[in-house]
């Protein structure tokens, strides 16, 4: 597996990391234990040295799973983790967003517990806090890295005025945000910005929470469990109107001998040598099928295709609500 920086720090990953949520969380019922923490196992073996995972993931039990099947490779792996949600209540369901400074630091000391780790390699804020500023939210992290308690700062979902305020109080090391061929919108202002302050893009869901591997057509049915069956993007209409980016990219992907999925993490890693996608799976042929992406080579005249017939991708990525907290 090659390695990329993320910015200008000296944080070096493996090209594509692995996004954990949904071993326990969000994508159906949790999945079980001892073939998660063997599917870990197996990305470490491949390479894989990026973790992503977050305290409301569960919440508790993602970071908890992660920090148990990870404690072996300490100092060989990097762990990102997320705080920003208020889950202190009774039913440990998240209570919206909560950045206050103490709360912020009791979550870091649950996060160091259940990942069992001394530092943790990247904090992210999950989502910016309306009433905290992000002044004071970057001061706290701050102070948390001169405490030994955390060694970068990230933040999710951050508009252009968030990250450069927050970068002039501690530098920003990564921003995680949705980006794939399924959502181009970062390209606009984030990317430009990222660029010029030195700071790594991981695109989360960067296989367009799997309609970008061409297993999901218009029949597909969802549990109700599952977060995509309350998504715009995931009606059958708006599955129907997409089928146009998926047939190209299998077209694109049966020249290549490889698969539409490749061909779209492929297309992300072509835009940036900073960007480091961060696909998530619970299957160890998904996660070989990913990996192997790293070696897939795009012409100009593909990712002039591409570019083309993803301009065209239809329906909003969220309901309205959910819109409202990202990009502030």
Same mark, same amino acid.
């Given at each position: ?22 071993? %326990?969380? %969000? ?22 040295? !990026?973790?992503? #995972? ?5 919440? !508790? ?7 148990? @099947? ?12 997320? !705080?920003? !949600?208020?889950?202190?209540? %009774?039913?440990?369901?998240? @209570? ?14 649950? %996060? ?6 001394? #530092? ?13 500023? +992000?002044?004071?939210? @970057?001061?706290?992290?701050? &102070?948390? +890295? ?78 109700? @469990? ?8 995931? #009606? ?51 996660? &070989? ?33 959910? &819109? ?5």
């Amino acid at each position: 597996m090659q390695k990329r920086k993320l910015g200008k720090s000296n944080l070096e990953v493996s090209t594509l990391g692995l996004g954990c949520m949904g071993m %326990s969380f %969000s994508y159906g019922p949790p999945k079980d234990k001892k073939e998660m923490t063997d599917l870990l196992h197996a990305a470490v073996d491949r390479g894989v040295t !990026f973790f992503d #995972t977050a305290e409301v993931y569960g919440p !508790f039990t993602n970071e908890e799973l992660v920090g148990e @099947a990870l404690a072996p490779f300490h100092g060989k792996v990097v762990i990102a983790t997320k !705080f920003g !949600f208020d889950v202190s209540g %009774s039913d440990k369901r998240p @209570a919206g967003v909560n950045s206050q400074p103490e709360h912020t630091k009791q979550a870091v000391e649950g %996060s160091l517990k259940r990942l069992k780790v001394g #530092t943790i390699d990247l904090l992210y804020q999950h989502r910016v806090d309306p009433n905290v500023p +992000i002044e004071d939210v @970057a001061g706290t992290v701050k &102070e948390l +890295i001169q405490a030994g308690k955390v060694k970068h700062f990230g933040l999710s979902e951050a508009g252009v005025q968030t990250i450069r305020r927050a970068h002039a109080v501690q530098p920003v090391t990564a921003l995680q945000s949705e980006y794939s061929l399924w959502w181009r919108k970062p390209e606009a202002e984030i990317i430009p910005v990222l660029q010029e302050l030195g700071i790594g893009l991981v695109p989360y869901s960067p296989l367009g929470r799997g309609f970008l591997t061409g297993k999901i057509d218009a029949d597909t049915k969802f549990d109700s @469990a599952d977060f995509r069956s309350s998504l715009p993007r995931f #009606t059958p209409e708006a599955l129907k109107g997409n089928q146009a980016l998926i047939d190209l990219l299998a077209s694109i992907a049966k020249k290549k001998n490889a698969t539409p999925a490749q061909i779209a993490l492929a297309w992300l890693l072509a835009q940036k040598p900073w960007i480091v996608p961060i696909p998530g799976t619970t299957k160890l042929n998904r996660l &070989e099928e990913n990996i192997a992406a790293v070696q897939v080579q795009l012409t100009p005249e593909d990712l002039r295709d591409i570019d083309a017939a993803a301009a065209k991708v239809e329906g909003p990525r969220y309901p309205e609500r959910l &819109e409202k907290m990202t990009g502030l």
